[in-house]
C-alpha cells in the first residue's frame, strides 16, 4: 500500500534502514539486531511479529540462543516481568520453527 501511496518515503524509509542497520562501521548487524530484540522486548513485547522478525535475522547472522537470551534479560528492568516471559515465549517459538525448517532440510 505504502509503495503505491509514496513510493519515495518508502525509498527513503528504506536507505535509512540500509544505513542504520546494513552498513557496518562499529556494530556487526548481529549485534545490531540483538539490539533491536532488547529494545522491542523493552517497549513492546507484544509485537510478536516484529520480534520474530529479528530473533530470526539475528539467528541468520550468528546469533546463538544464549545471545538472544541474553538480550531479553537486559529488558527485564525497563520493560518488566512480563516483557521477559513475552519474549521468551517468542524465543522458544522462533527455536522451534528453525529447528522444524532444519529438520525439513
Same mark, same amino acid.
Given at each position: 500500500?505504502?509503495?503505491?501511496?509514496?513510493?519515495?518515503?518508502?525509498?527513503?524509509?528504506? #536507505?535509512?534502514?540500509? !544505513?542504520?542497520? %546494513?552498513?557496518?562501521?562499529? $556494530? &556487526?548487524?548481529?549485534?545490531?539486531? @540483538?539490539?533491536?530484540?532488547?529494545?522491542?522486548?523493552?517497549?513492546?513485547?507484544?509485537?510478536?511479529?516484529?520480534?520474530?522478525?529479528?530473533?530470526?535475522?539475528?539467528?541468520?547472522?550468528?546469533?546463538? #540462543?544464549?545471545?538472544? !537470551?541474553?538480550? %531479553?534479560?537486559?529488558?527485564? $528492568? &525497563?520493560?518488566?516481568?512480563?516483557? @521477559?516471559?513475552?519474549?521468551?515465549?517468542?524465543?522458544?517459538?522462533?527455536?522451534?520453527?528453525?529447528?522444524?525448517?532444519?529438520?525439513?532440510?
Amino acid at each position: 500500500m505504502l509503495a503505491e501511496d509514496d513510493p519515495e518515503f518508502l525509498e527513503t524509509y528504506d #536507505k535509512l534502514y540500509e !544505513l542504520a542497520m %546494513l552498513r557496518t562501521r562499529i $556494530f &556487526p548487524e548481529k549485534i545490531k539486531e @540483538l539490539f533491536f530484540i532488547c529494545a522491542i522486548a523493552a517497549r513492546n513485547p507484544g509485537d510478536t511479529s516484529g520480534m520474530r522478525n529479528h530473533m530470526r535475522r539475528a539467528l541468520e547472522k550468528g546469533a546463538t #540462543k544464549e545471545e538472544i !537470551l541474553e538480550a %531479553l534479560k537486559c529488558a527485564l $528492568f &525497563p520493560g518488566g516481568a512480563l516483557s @521477559l516471559l513475552y519474549s521468551i515465549n517468542t524465543l522458544i517459538e522462533v527455536l522451534k520453527e528453525r529447528e522444524a525448517n532444519l529438520g525439513r532440510a
